[in-house]
């Protein structure tokens, strides 16, 4: 049986732990923080301001990307005041970014507008029912991994198969951790940005931090956005999970998470600790619904009902097999394990391109999340 450690191995470990914080610094000292990227970058406002895309979005906002979709820097935005569709582009590409945020009797109409306006563009990580929209304007759909959604009315922890779960909460509160909520007005953005950079050392993709289909950490308090932290023993912030919100008819009615950080020094079972308890809180809260997120090439179909290039379904499977993927690029398998241990519900996201096999338009879409 597990027990506290001593307050003078408790000491020790604490000095040792804050020597390598500081290392970690000296070593990043010449190099430009990517946390710093979202602040770095002027919002676009091209089309739809922000002013009203927050409106629209506290509307209509109940997918996992739409908060993304409306804040992330550098996207811009095709719509009216009864809709908006993100996008970017890349080597003359237009890369839309999920569904339209709008009420879903306008998805056609203005999914329709956008692919009118800009030339042949393709659409990333889009719900069945966009994907039969441009399906019927002779797209090629693709599967491009799952979304999980946690319902939170019936979710529980019994069982052998959460027993992972119990036990990181348990480990957690045995050892003098704690697990709270709380701004940046609590938690300082320096002490955040600290562990966001240390993080980032242990990632592949450690030059740019991650954009487009991950909206990039911003370091500052944002609307409705709720963060939730562990703290060591002596006060100091290990890891996070932040949290996006989901709304419908202006309430909020659930949360996707949005970023999952800790520093290489916290405990193994900090995310898990920290995810059991939003799930808990959220439960209290009597919130609906809790969004993983997307998993990359994960559980792909293989019979969809749409028109769909072999190759880029072949080009999917086999990367997601691929241990030299898996191993130096990006952990694909070991990304969906974690999300599959929950035991949610999965919805499939789809990839749609004007065109049967385009090798350009998916190293566009690499170049804007940053990866290539």
Request: hydrophobic share 35%; with cysteine; proline share 4%.
């Amino acid at each position: 049986m597990s027990t506290v450690q001593p307050e003078s191995k408790r000491s020790a470990n604490s000095a040792a732990l804050k020597k390598r914080r500081a290392r970690l610094l000296r070593d990043r000292k010449d190099r430009p923080s990517q946390s710093h990227w979202a602040a770095e970058q002027q919002a676009t406002e091209t089309g739809v301001n922000r002013e009203l895309r927050m409106r629209l979005l506290q509307q209509h906002g109940n997918f996992t990307l739409a908060y993304s979709a409306a804040v992330q820097p550098l996207l811009q935005h095709h719509g009216d005041q009864h809709g908006f569709i993100a996008h970017r582009r890349r080597w003359g590409i237009t890369c839309a970014l999920g569904d339209a945020v709008c009420e879903n009797s306008y998805r056609s109409t203005i999914t329709r507008e956008f692919v009118n306006k800009h030339q042949r563009p393709m659409f990333c990580q889009v719900s069945r029912s966009t994907a039969e929209i441009l399906a019927e304007l002779g797209y090629y759909i693709n599967p491009m991994g799952i979304d999980t959604t946690l319902n939170l009315s019936d979710y529980t922890f019994g069982g052998k198969k959460k027993e992972w779960l119990r036990y990181a909460g348990n480990w957690i509160d045995r050892r003098g951790y704690e697990i709270r909520e709380a701004t940046y007005a609590d938690i300082t953005a320096a002490s955040v940005e600290q562990i966001s950079e240390a993080w980032r050392e242990t990632r592949t993709v450690k030059q740019k931090e991650v954009r487009f289909l991950n909206r990039p950490i911003v370091l500052e308090d944002e609307p409705d956005v709720r963060k939730f932290f562990l703290i060591d023993p002596d006060g100091q912030p290990l890891a996070f999970v932040f949290l996006d919100p989901l709304y419908r008819d202006g309430n909020t009615v659930g949360y996707a998470t949005a970023f999952k950080r800790r520093h290489p020094d916290a405990p193994q079972y900090a995310e898990q600790a920290i995810m059991k308890y939003v799930i808990e809180q959220l439960q209290c809260e009597a919130v609906g619904q809790l969004k993983l997120g997307l998993s990359p090439l994960a559980s792909l179909e293989s019979s969809t009902g749409f028109a769909a290039s072999s190759t880029t379904d072949w080009l999917f499977r086999h990367t997601f097999d691929s241990r030299i993927i898996n191993r130096r690029f990006y952990h694909l398998k070991g990304h969906a394990d974690y999300k599959r241990r929950f035991h949610g519900s999965e919805e499939p996201c789809y990839l749609a391109m004007p065109t049967r096999f385009s090798p350009r338009r998916l190293a566009a879409l690499l170049a804007l999340c940053g990866i290539a």
